[in-house]
């Protein structure tokens, strides 16, 4: 199945930066509980926590990737509670990719961009291009449905960003620019969220460095590891 794939090219991909630190434990928002379910009745992974608080903040429910499975890949298991917290375990940026199969509720309209009339799903289902029949725009997909997000919780973007920057070290680091092009948002989102929060809490470390192979002093961020 395709998102047990990515669970799994997560884990892997996390391993892969550094093999010695442990790449077994996955923390999800409550919201997506549902979407293990079936990992966990085979046995692929193990819900070990349904309220357990990440390093950075946020309840999340906490898994583990079964252990013969973590021997197959050679993914260090984690032991200590302090190992498992860290932000790279936050696997909603994956799971988040799925959530249109688990949510039967969700209901789309679309508005023209030109005149800004409204229209049903229903009544331009059977259009592949939709577009206004007063002025032909091809009209704006609008999904009633707010991204999932739990109380206390960061929002997906960012998640990303605070993996982004945590992944990065003092001679990797990024301008807000090569941040937002990596995770796909706003140079301003990533301005507010680096400086004015992770930075601040002390989550990353953002600085006036100069990068040699840059070759510029400026504003970068990068991990606290
Ligand atoms: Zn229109």
């Not at 395709?2 to 996390?14: H, P």
């Not at 973590?70 to 909603?92: L, M, Q």
């Not at 707010?146 to 680091?173: Q, R, W």
Request: glycine share 4%; with cysteine; proline share 2%.
């Amino acid at each position: 199945m395709d998102m047990w794939s990515e669970i799994l090219s997560k884990a892997v991909a996390e391993k892969n930066k550094n093999t010695n630190r442990p790449a077994s434990h996955i923390l999800i928002a409550p919201i997506r509980k549902d979407y293990l379910n079936v990992f966990c009745e085979n046995f692929h992974l193990h819900l070990l926590s349904k309220n357990i608080s990440s390093k950075h903040g946020g309840n999340y429910m906490l898994y583990s990737i079964d252990y013969e499975i973590c021997n197959e890949y050679n993914i260090k298991y984690a032991e200590e509670k302090d190992e498992y917290t860290a932000v790279r375990f936050i696997y909603d940026s994956v799971l988040s990719n799925f959530d249109a199969y688990f949510m039967k509720s969700k209901s789309k309209s679309y508005r023209c961009p030109q005149c800004s009339k409204i229209y049903e799903e229903s009544e331009v289902v059977k259009f592949k291009v939709k577009r206004c029949c007063d002025d032909d725009e091809v009209l704006d997909e609008i999904i009633h449905m707010e991204t999932p997000k739990t109380e206390g919780n960061y929002t997906e973007v960012e998640i990303k960003i605070l993996g982004h920057i945590s992944s990065l070290g003092e001679d990797e680091a990024m301008d807000a620019r090569e941040i937002a092009d990596a995770v796909g948002c706003t140079i301003q989102k990533v301005s507010m969220w680096g400086s004015k929060v992770l930075a601040k809490k002390g989550l990353i470390n953002k600085g006036l460095i100069n990068i040699l192979s840059k070759n510029k002093t400026k504003n970068y961020y990068y991990s606290i590891d």
